[in-house]
């Protein structure tokens, strides 16, 4: 198991890099370039973690058995776990510890209704730019996200798709709208990757970004930003009904866990 402790190198714009936690980059306020502290690794180690699934909504995080995941001290993974919780991925209570956030129908609606606003408005700059390195670097992304679409790389649509996202309000400057996009972009994908997953969802988006492009390759603000609003609107939609289907099967588990503890009790009682 790799020992955490040196700087991980960046690789490509686009597309899983060799090392996987690089793929959601520039976490945490840090720019590719910068070396990152220990903590910060763990974080995006983390990241990663959480948005594949591996720790469901609502599950604790236990420090101890995280620091002997990463084979680091306490010291780090409690830093990292803040961390998390300042970017809304995880909620740590007095005496609780802590334990990845809940996304609620209200949050959600919240989070989508702020990334539209925010990502039409650094598309719609972009397109009164008129930037040619910007423009291939748009270019290829969204060649890349209809390829990994095509071949079913979910995996690779996936950090694609939250690249391309990343890399609208990295190229637009606004360093605000930055600075949000980036946080919110994370909160949501735990719950948003399971969508990714139908073919025909992947379709719809991958043409919605194709719209942004062309948009901002004809200068026309007004289509760049309509089609950022279409594409949230979108995975907006998707994303409430994936979040109405997870409560469903989450009261379904917690009740059959009642029957059976029922069950046992009163097996135990005759």
């Not at 793929?23 to 594949?52: C, D, H, M, Y």
């Not at 989070?111 to 040619?132: D, H, N, P, W, Y």
């Not at 062309?214 to 603000?221: F, H, K, P, Q, V």
């Amino acid at each position: 198991m790799k020992k955490f402790g040196s700087s991980e190198l960046a690789g490509e714009r686009f597309g899983i890099r060799a090392d996987v936690a690089g793929a959601f980059f520039n976490s945490f306020g840090v720019r590719n370039s910068s070396i990152k502290t220990l903590p910060e690794q763990l974080a995006e180690k983390l990241v990663e973690q959480i948005i594949r699934g591996d720790f469901a909504q609502g599950q604790r995080l236990h420090e101890m058995r995280l620091a002997e995941q990463f084979q680091v001290s306490r010291g780090p993974v409690r830093e990292a776990l803040r961390l998390l919780e300042r970017e809304g991925l995880v909620v740590m209570l007095s005496h609780r510890g802590a334990s990845v956030a809940r996304l609620t129908e209200k949050r959600l609606k919240d989070i989508f209704s702020v990334r539209s606003a925010l990502m039409a408005i650094c598309a719609e700059e972009l397109a009164e730019l008129q930037s040619k390195e910007v423009q291939a670097a748009l270019d290829e992304g969204t060649a890349k996200l209809f390829a990994a679409s095509e071949r079913g790389d979910l995996g690779e649509y996936i950090v694609i798709v939250y690249q391309l996202s990343m890399y609208l309000a990295e190229a637009s400057e606004n360093d605000i709208a930055r600075t949000i996009l980036f946080s919110l972009g994370r909160q949501t994908l735990p719950l948003t990757r399971g969508v990714f997953e139908v073919e025909k969802h992947r379709k719809s988006w991958s043409n919605n970004w194709r719209n942004i492009v062309e948009g901002i390759r004809a200068g026309d603000s007004a289509a760049a930003g309509q089609a950022a609003h279409s594409l949230l609107r979108g995975i907006k939609a998707a994303a409430l009904v994936a979040l109405a289907d997870l409560d469903r099967r989450e009261r379904q588990a917690a009740l059959e866990a009642d029957e059976k503890a029922h069950a046992s009790e009163k097996r135990m009682s005759r």
